[in-house]
């Protein structure tokens, strides 16, 4: 049995006239007829009662008009989603992130835009560590992934920057420091305790400039648990200044770094050739996102305070 065999019966129960019928389907009446014979000698049952004036539905044509429109209508739905997941407007999108994306917003403007332009697509998000997130973008786990930057891309790997601002201190609200109101020397810092992120980019600047090597005595992983180390008095740390607009610990304070700006930059990771036609359309966006509309604020009007 085959779709056109479906679509010939569909259209004579509707109608109920073979002439008119066949002039729908563009076929001439004797291959219609021919095309309702073979349908009936599958089946073995007999579906119209045909006189020189009338045609009309068998009981067995009655209760395969039911079934045939239904899987007529499955088939229009099934090409319907095939075609829309061929544009990129239904299927999954998994994105990996590290907290800096949230933090700085970027995922929430590039998940709310995604979705508002593409509401088909379901958008899966996940919170990883930086070293995991390229080995997944790699074996297909996630589609993308924001991380904070520098991160080792292979080749297959491309990227763009969705964000930039700038390194700067957290440190205990009773750090000697914390006291000053001007900019921080690196070459202060020299004989500081420092509790580091899973990306110690900003350290390692800091250090280079300072000439001296740094001791770290915690890395906890997320800054959140960073900021609480340095609330905690554990040390001090060097972190993206976007933290100050987000995040209020009691008994933290931030200072700016002197000299030249260490920067900070939130970069979209995806597959150099990409396939799905929904991850396709989320890089597209991506790659329209101009790094510049999203920078730090000054750290004087954010200052977390003594509790």
């Known amino acids: 049995m085959e779709l056109r065999h479906l679509r010939s019966f569909l259209t004579v129960a509707e109608k109920l006239h073979f002439a008119h019928s066949a002039e729908q389907l563009g076929l001439s009446p004797p291959t219609l007829t021919a095309q309702i014979q073979e349908l009936e000698r599958l089946l073995q049952a007999r579906l119209f009662n045909r006189t020189k004036r ?70 899966d998000t996940k919170e990883f ?51 000053t109101q001007g900019d921080v020397r690196p070459r202060a810092l020299a004989n500081e305790s420092f509790v580091v992120p899973e990306q110690g980019q900003g350290l390692h600047e800091v250090a280079k400039r300072g000439k001296f090597n740094p001791r770290v005595v915690s890395a906890p992983g997320t800054l959140v648990a960073v900021l609480t180390q340095v609330a905690l008095g554990v040390g001090i740390a060097v972190i993206p200044s976007i933290l100050v607009q987000v995040i209020q610990l009691p008994n933290v304070v931030f200072r700016e ?3 030249p700006v260490i920067v900070s930059e939130v970069e979209a990771l995806f597959r150099r050739h990409e ?33």
Request: hydrophobic share 45%; charged share 20%.
């Open 54 to 123: 009338t045609v009309s539905l068998t009981p067995a044509g009655e209760a395969f008009l039911m079934e045939a429109r239904a899987t007529l209508e499955q088939l229009d739905r099934a090409i319907h989603v095939g075609q829309r997941a061929g544009r990129g407007q239904v299927g999954k999108v998994v994105i990996g992130y590290v907290g800096s994306a949230a933090f700085f917003g970027v995922l929430q403007d590039q998940v709310q835009r995604f979705r508002s332009k593409w509401p088909g697509v379901m958008v």
């Open 257 to 259: 770094i002197a000299g």
């Open 129 to 179: 560590p930086t070293d995991q997130l390229t080995p997944l973008l790699e074996e297909g786990t996630i589609d993308v992934a924001f991380v904070r930057t520098p991160v080792v891309l292979q080749s297959s790997i491309s990227s763009h920057v969705l964000a930039r601002d700038r390194f700067c201190l957290a440190l205990p609200v009773d750090h000697p420091l914390a006291q």
């Open 275 to 307: 396939r799905l036609p929904t991850v396709r359309n989320l890089i597209s966006q991506i790659l329209e996102t101009d790094a510049n509309l999203w920078k730090g604020g000054p750290l004087q009007n954010v200052q977390s305070k003594k509790s």
